[in-house]
Antibody
Framework: QVQLVQSGAEVKKTGSSVKVSCRAS????????FSWVRQAPGQGLEWMGG????????KYSQKFQGRVTITADESTSTVYMELSRLRSDDTAVYYC??????????????WGQGSLVIVSS | DIVMTQSPDSLAVSLGQRATITCKSS????????????LAWYQRKPGHPPNLLIY???TRESGVPDRFSGSGSGTDFTLTISSLQAEDVAVYYC?????????FGQGTKLEIK
């Protein structure tokens, strides 16, 4: 049974960057796509982008284009999400989630446990 | 972007009774090429990440109790819990994966009456 284990909580200054990791264990890494979704306090779920490691292709939400970079390291079965030029409204819990297959248009399961990122001045 | 709108925002149902949540998309998420609705439902319990319940609008994820069912097509969808159990208290979200950016409904908070 695949599990996604994310890195721990981070506190960052406005204007800096954060890189969150998501390691997949117990399943085949390269056969799937992965997404990053965030939830700010009191807000809904927001898809940021994703990656298909086997094809090295990425998709990003236009809202985050230019600020977010999603990468994958097949040797460690780990996906990364880096968000730059952090603002206070980037304070959120960031989730990675595996997409049901190696194509984009499928549901997401399982999800990582979430990584809290707090941005303050 | 496709806008997903759920109703109600919150719902209180007695144990053993039926709970129904609806989700409407701003454009159809039904594919003409494969006749599939690109719509999923997730359950989110406090302190836990979202958990996939239903995909393709009506297919239950492995391990999900059969009291959960999904229906609908095109732009209108429903999640039904046939007999509410205490462990079903959660926030429920619909999500479209027809096009990127994937988008979610605002969530429906389900409580016990």
């Amino acid at each position: 049974q695949v599990q996604l284990v994310q890195s721990g909580a981070e506190v960052k200054k406005t204007g800096s960057s954060v890189k969150v990791s998501c390691r997949a264990s117990g399943g085949t890494f390269t056969n799937y796509a992965f997404s990053w979704v965030r939830q700010a306090p009191g807000q809904g779920l927001e898809w940021m982008g994703g990656i298909i490691p086997i094809f090295s292709t990425t998709k990003y939400s236009q809202k985050f284009q230019g600020r977010v970079t999603i990468t994958a390291d097949e040797s460690t079965s780990t996906v990364y999400m880096e968000l730059s030029r952090l603002r206070s409204d980037d304070t959120a819990v960031y989730y990675c989630a595996r997409i049901h297959s190696s194509i984009w248009y499928e549901a997401m399961s399982p999800w990582g446990q979430g990584s809290l990122v707090i941005v303050s001045s | 972007d496709i806008v997903m709108t759920q109703s109600p925002d919150s719902l209180a149902v007695s144990l053993g009774q039926r709970a129904t949540i609806t989700c409407k998309s701003s454009q159809s998420v039904l594919s003409s090429s494969n006749s599939k609705n690109y719509l999923a439902w997730y359950q989110r319990k406090p302190g836990h990440p979202p958990n996939l319940l239903i995909y393709w609008a009506s297919t239950r994820e492995s391990g999900v109790p059969d009291r959960f069912s999904g229906s609908g097509s095109g732009t209108d969808f429903t999640l039904t819990i046939s007999s509410l159990q205490a462990e079903d208290v959660a926030v429920y979200y619909c999500q479209q994966y027809y096009s990127t950016p994937y988008t979610f409904g605002q969530g429906t908070k389900l409580e016990i009456k």
